[in-house]
């Protein structure tokens, strides 16, 4: 099964190139992960795919458990011009109650369950017959004496009266079922008869059998009584001719658990179909499954609080977590690799276990790590960077021989762009939820080198900020602007507490106020914040 590797919503560089980076030392570890992405590429991480040719990672939605991820196996099926004997015989074989009716290429037609066959038995039609001869020929075992297989379609009779008693009334609509009743037998075949069914394994002259060659009339011999045979010759039905193919409750294989639950419930059906985008079969669910439902396997990086991962995350279940960021309030109900470090970036940690599983790096890998570690210590100036940041760049530019400090610029130009961009834009772009002290709080940070873009929209980004700050309820709302060449940060902002940026980072509480210093949200923003919320 597939794990899924991602980091937070609106993934930032370090985010992206780490779920890259630490998919591909998965699969060479034997593993099967998939790359994936919560939101879209900021166009800093765009510039650095597209510089070392690098395909996105997929785009999801969310982690809730789907249809396909149920424990369903594969079951056996019938197509629609199988016989109702042959279903019948195959569901106790296979002790399945229920059966699905598929074409030549699986697509879903109907469906048939034994309360069907039953009813057929009971309430069916037991005059006329449409289905093959190879049908009647394997639910009889009999065997052809004249003709070939062909579709049999008529109205079943079994020849009990004299010869003189039926004169006039066989036709090539008529099948009938008869024994050594030679003077009946010559007169259906005259008759062009649809088919003869000759009942007791009893021997005919060949002298009717060259007649009915001859008015191209199929006979056939099986060994069971004529009682007997007149029982079972309408289970040679076609099974098209009593399945089901209306008002089928099927499920689409990307529907969500939590929407099929309550039709599973209210409905009392032994099983449900399971189907793709193109109708195709691909097995049967019941309530045992929902009672117990696969989940998807997820492992996370550059993050570990629920409100910056997965839509769907509690019904997951959490393989691994590297990150490098303060423990948040992610629980698991077994132990996992938990991989912390307080490092400037997740792409050292996972640099360090490429090395100690000895697993060699390609230059494009390389490349990702590298911008990984550049793009969240701010090329070194951020005060989260550390010495092992630092080594870890050297040690992977020995692979790539860039000139770091010219390829950190061309990255943080490309990244801090915001021609075209909307305010909402903006604020999302890399925009995370905290809970700090009991408070709920919304940080935006944007990197730029065009600051007076942002400040002189400063009224637009406020009235944006105001609607957020009370539609979330937030104690705190802040957008840090953050000039990397300045190192610092301007500060938009809603609050709760009228002194309460001042108090925090020892400047006037002034809109687009510059704070010094301030780079890291995780190192220097968020414990200032915690702090000053433990003194109110």
Same mark, same amino acid.
């Given at each position: ?154 109205? *079943? #009779?079994? =020849?009990?009266?004299?010869? !003189?008693? &039926? +004169?006039?009334?066989? %036709? @090539?609509?008529?099948?009938? /079922? ?60 076609? *099974? #098209?001719? =009593?399945?089901?193919?209306? !008002?089928? &409750? +099927?499920?689409?294989? %990307? @529907?969500?658990?939590?929407? /099929? ?60 977590? *590297? ?13 996992? %690799? ?199």
């Amino acid at each position: 099964m597939c794990t899924f590797i991602f980091g937070h919503k609106n993934p930032d560089t370090d985010s992206v190139a780490s779920t890259i980076a630490f998919s591909y030392l998965k699969e060479q570890l034997g593993e099967t992960p998939i790359p994936c992405i919560l939101g879209n590429l900021n166009k800093e991480s765009e510039y650095i795919l597209n510089y070392f040719n690098i395909p996105q990672p997929t785009l999801i939605k969310n982690v809730k458990t789907q249809v396909k991820d149920l424990n369903y196996g594969t079951v056996e099926s019938v197509s629609p011009s199988s016989s109702i004997l042959n279903a019948y015989k195959l569901m106790g074989s296979s002790n399945q109650r229920m059966l699905p009716v598929l074409d030549e290429n699986n697509k879903l037609l109907g469906i048939i369950t034994m309360k069907d066959i039953a009813m057929g038995l009971i309430q069916g039609d037991f005059y006329h017959l449409h289905t093959s001869l190879s049908n009647i020929i394997n639910a009889l075992d009999g065997k052809i004496l004249t003709g070939k297989d062909k579709i049999i379609k008529g109205t *079943i #009779s079994v =020849i009990a009266f004299y010869y !003189d008693s &039926i +004169k006039g009334n066989l %036709n @090539e609509n008529k099948i009938i /079922i008869v024994g050594d009743r030679y003077d009946i037998i010559e007169h259906a075949i005259h008759s062009k008869v649809n088919l003869i069914i000759i009942t007791g394994d009893k021997d005919i002259p060949n002298s009717y059998l060259d007649l009915a060659d001859e008015k191209n009339v199929p006979i056939i011999s099986v060994p069971i009584d004529t009682y007997t045979t007149s029982k079972l010759i309408n289970q040679c039905n076609y *099974i #098209s001719s =009593i399945m089901k193919k209306l !008002d089928i &409750i +099927k499920f689409h294989e %990307n @529907e969500y658990l939590e929407d /099929i639950k309550e039709e599973i419930i209210n409905t009392n059906h032994i099983n449900y179909p399971i189907v793709d985008d193109h109708n195709t079969f691909l097995g049967f669910i019941n309530r045992k499954h929902i009672l117990k439902p696969g989940r998807k396997k997820v492992i996370l990086v550059d993050h570990n609080e629920y409100s910056q991962s997965a839509e769907g995350l509690n019904e997951a279940e959490i393989l691994e977590i *590297i990150d490098h960021h303060k423990l948040g309030d992610i629980s698991t109900s077994s132990p996992i %690799n938990f991989r912390n470090m307080p490092v400037g970036s997740t792409c050292t940690i996972i640099y360090q276990m490429f090395k100690e599983q000895n697993i060699a790096i390609p230059h494009n890998i390389a490349g990702v790590l590298l911008s990984g570690i550049l793009s969240d210590t701010l090329f070194f100036r951020s005060p989260t960077t550390t010495p092992l940041d630092q080594k870890c760049v050297e040690e992977l530019n020995s692979l790539l021989n860039l000139d770091i400090e010219e390829f950190a610029m061309k990255m943080f130009k490309a990244g801090t762009s915001l021609e075209g961009q909307s305010i909402e834009e903006i604020f999302y772009k890399d925009f995370k939820e905290f809970v700090l002290e009991n408070q709920s709080t919304g940080i935006g940070q944007v990197f730029t080198l065009d600051i007076e873009d942002v400040l002189n929209r400063k009224d637009e980004f406020i009235d944006f900020m105001d609607t957020v700050h009370h539609h979330k309820d937030y104690f705190l709302t802040l957008l840090l602007i953050t000039d990397i060449l300045k190192e610092g940060s301007y500060l938009l902002f809603r609050c709760n507490h009228n002194h309460f940026i001042s108090s925090t980072f020892g400047v006037t509480s002034e809109q687009g106020v510059f704070a010094k210093n301030i780079l890291s949200r995780k190192k220097q923003v968020v414990p200032k914040i915690s702090e000053t919320l433990n003194t109110l």
